[in-house]
């Protein structure tokens, strides 16, 4: 029997972890997965689920407008968004995975780079209208998490929108319960994004399709 992806990236992590390099693992679980040796557990071959709900919903019109999707994986996510005509850039800390994004989509219009969310270029801070952060910041350790999402918030240009997705957890659940990664956020944690001027306009909590016990996130952001 296969081993579950689930283990196999916790495994990988943890021997990251245990060298001090909280960002590295996910390199190694890229890497890995090119080789045919291991499967990325997030990447679902389609744009997540809530992401796709929201912009059903949202309807949002790129045109003329500037997109950046955070821990881009293997690029479903912003495909979906490009797609809805943002001039959109994707990132990851993982060459690999970039690497794989731009091989499963040849012909895109993304521009898929390279790059630390803890070290962001400077040209990005508050450079895009659409910032969508889907799973990146809960698969840091807890004490990455607040300056990860500073960075995150700093990406959002004046006028624009933030959209975070993220597994959810009760705020009573100690810390030291979890075994991540993943580390799912709190409410407290969401509501941590918020900032003087970027506000909280909408806050939805649902169950997992494929497991009703696991909650998630979707949250959306408007900076003034």
Aim: charged share 25%.
């Amino acid at each position: 029997m296969a081993e579950d992806p689930d283990v196999v990236s916790r495994r990988i992590a943890r021997e990251s972890l245990d060298r001090d390099d909280p960002t590295g693992w996910f390199e190694n679980l890229y890497a890995a997965a090119a080789e045919g040796s291991a499967v990325v557990p997030w990447d679902r071959g389609t744009a997540h689920q809530l992401l796709t709900e929201w912009v059903d919903e949202s309807q949002p019109d790129g045109a003329g407008k500037t997109a950046l999707v955070v821990g881009a994986g293997t690029g479903w996510d912003a495909e979906l968004i490009v797609d809805r005509g943002f001039e959109t850039t994707a990132f990851d800390i993982s060459p690999t995975a970039v690497e794989t994004a731009q091989r499963n989509h040849p012909d895109s219009d993304v521009h898929y780079v390279v790059a630390d969310l803890l070290d962001p270029p400077a040209e990005w801070h508050r450079a895009f209208d659409l910032v969508v952060e889907i799973y990146t910041v809960q698969a840091l350790p807890i004490s990455l998490q607040p300056a990860a999402i500073k960075q995150v918030t700093e990406l959002v240009a004046s006028g624009g929108t933030l959209l975070v997705i993220a597994a959810a957890r009760p705020d009573d659940r100690p810390d030291a319960d979890l075994q991540g990664p993943p580390w799912p956020l709190t409410r407290a944690t969401i509501q941590s994004f918020t900032t003087p001027e970027l506000h909280l306009i909408q806050l939805d909590r649902s169950p997992s399709p494929a497991d009703p016990a696991i909650h998630r996130w979707r949250a959306e952001y408007l900076r003034d």
